[in-house]
């Protein structure tokens, strides 16, 4: 497995990392947890490094089970988890959405339980899962200072930030990464964010670089989802939706048949590509998938590649919000 470092913090990941939140949490059906370490071993075994959950997910059983699973190779991994929900206050129902939470002594209280599940003593990297507008970002900023001073914490994080809280959190304590939401069909970040983490030295790590899932091409108009599925509460993954963006799909796995690869490395090649900083984050829950999403590590799309597959999805319009609006209001603050 190849290495990339995030930023300029000296913090070193496996090129691609493992987002773990659909072991516990938000895609259903949820699968057995012994399948869930042992898929966690497997990806320790073929040299992931890099593993993502939060407290949220689950709640709580996210952190549970990687603290299980990566306690024998701690030294060997690096684990990056969250804080900024108020997780007993937020009602866990389609559509409704979580309340925030990043007042100092909440973040500490995070900490303390996080480190317990996970069976550790340091966080590597803690992020703070959404922007707070109650709680000024430099007072957030601070206490991870704080925290890492006390050797509870290694390296601070933002998701879904924008520009201008990327500068002033980074002007208190150095930001090691950005965790927001980047793909062929969700590309919001190109015009300023990427542009602002490349100047200030600044680890990109994408999540969801498979569009949940729809960018492998198993989800088109037909495919269901189980009640609960975090994706049915999408508009984006409305069967009409699903069936207008196919064009996204083709043009994936026309590259795909020409490269002798899958729609879902091609997705990951693609994101790879972009900035050496970037370490995308695709989840799974199945190990033939983690192996077919490592190979992209390995597949080199060419300036030619990477020109054609521009210009072809710069004639695909998106349909469909990324999220409800009951959520889209907590993001790209």
């Not at 949820?30 to 689950?58: C, K, N, Q, S, W």
């Not at 996970?118 to 007072?139: F, G, S, W």
Request: net charge negative.
């Amino acid at each position: 497995m190849h290495t990339r470092e995030l930023g300029r913090s000296g913090l070193e990941v496996s090129a691609l990392g493992l987002g773990c939140m659909g072991m516990t949490h938000a895609y259903y059906p949820i699968p057995d947890r012994r399948e869930m370490l042992a898929l966690l071993h497997a990806a320790v075994e073929r040299g992931v490094t890099f593993f993502d959950t939060a407290e949220i997910y689950g709640p709580y059983t996210n952190e549970e089970l990687l603290g299980e699973a990566l306690a024998p190779v701690r030294d060997r991994v690096v684990i990056a988890t969250k804080f900024g929900f108020d997780v007993e206050a937020t009602r866990f129902t389609a559509g409704s959405a979580p309340v925030m939470n990043s007042r100092p002594e909440h973040i500490r209280q995070v900490v303390d339980a996080s480190l317990g599940r996970l069976k550790t003593d340091y966080i590597d990297l803690l992020y703070q899962h959404r922007v707070d507008p109650a709680v000024p970002i430099e007072d957030v900023a601070g206490t991870v200072r704080d925290l890492i001073r006390e050797g509870k914490v290694r390296h601070f994080g933002l998701s879904e930030a924008g520009a201008q809280i990327i500068r002033r959190a980074h002007a208190v304590q150095p930001v090691t990464a950005l965790q927001s939401e980047y793909s062929l069909w969700m590309r919001e970040v190109e015009a300023e964010i990427l542009p602002t983490l490349e100047e200030l030295g600044i680890g990109f790590v994408p999540f969801s670089p498979l569009g949940r899932g729809y960018l492998t091409g198993k989800l088109d108009a037909n495919a269901s989802f189980q009640a609960g599925d975090f994706r049915a509460t999408l508009p984006r993954f409305t069967p009409e939706a699903r069936r207008a963006n196919l064009a996204l799909v083709e043009l994936l796995s026309s590259t795909a048949r020409r490269k002798h690869a899958t729609p879902a490395q091609i997705a990951l090649a693609w994101l790879l590509a972009q900035q050496p900083g970037i370490v995308p984050i695709p989840g799974t829950t199945k190990l033939t998938r983690l192996e077919e999403n490592l190979g992209a590590a390995d597949l080199a799309l060419t300036p030619e590649d990477l020109r054609d597959i521009d210009a072809a999805a710069a004639q695909i319009t998106v349909v469909g919000a990324r999220y409800p609006a009951s959520l889209q209001a907590a993001v790209n603050r």
